[in-house]
């Protein structure tokens, strides 16, 4: 863990292991939502595909993008004590469409992202920077 003070106000940034660790409970809580939606759909007999890839793709691109903006973080987060926040006022969170920018990044830079979370003092991968966010411990 991190520290860095600015204004006088003491910001604690978490290790990459515990931000990988959150990612993996989201991806587990992912994949329970996808198998049980998977196991409804299949109750409800034949679903046309584009149906089907449009539940799951609207899940993947949702989940957190909402909860980042509304709630500071996903369930993992959450569980590992991890807020976003702005980089701008580490009081708010990031606006939903900088969390859709965020997690776009995220997904396309991959693993890539995450190299630069131990090069800057504040932790911030280039998802974080490209979004304007820091990712805090509470």
């Known amino acids: 863990m991190d520290t860095l003070s600015s204004s006088s106000v003491k910001m604690f940034y978490p290790s990459l292991v515990k931000r990988l660790q959150a990612m ?14 998977s196991l409804m759909i299949g109750e409800i007999g034949e679903v046309a595909p584009w149906v089907r890839a449009s539940i799951f793709l609207g899940i993947i691109c949702l989940y ?15 569980l590992f004590h991890i807020r976003i ?5 580490s009081q708010r969170n990031i606006s939903f469409i900088k969390a859709v920018i965020r997690i776009l990044i995220k997904s396309a830079l991959g693993w890539i992202s995450f190299l630069t ?10 998802h ?5 966010s820091l990712v805090i411990i509470r």
Do not use: W
Not at 24 to 37: C, R
Not at 85 to 89: L, N, T
Not at 128 to 132: E, I, R, T, V, W
């Open 24 to 37: 993996m409970v989201d991806f587990l809580i992912l994949l329970s939502l996808f198998s049980l939606i």
């Open 64 to 78: 957190e993008p909402l909860l980042v903006a509304f709630t500071g973080g996903t369930l993992g987060h959450k």
């Open 85 to 89: 926040v702005s980089a701008d006022d």
């Open 117 to 126: 979370v131990t090069a800057n003092a504040q932790k911030q991968a280039i």
């Open 128 to 132: 974080d920077m490209a979004s304007g």
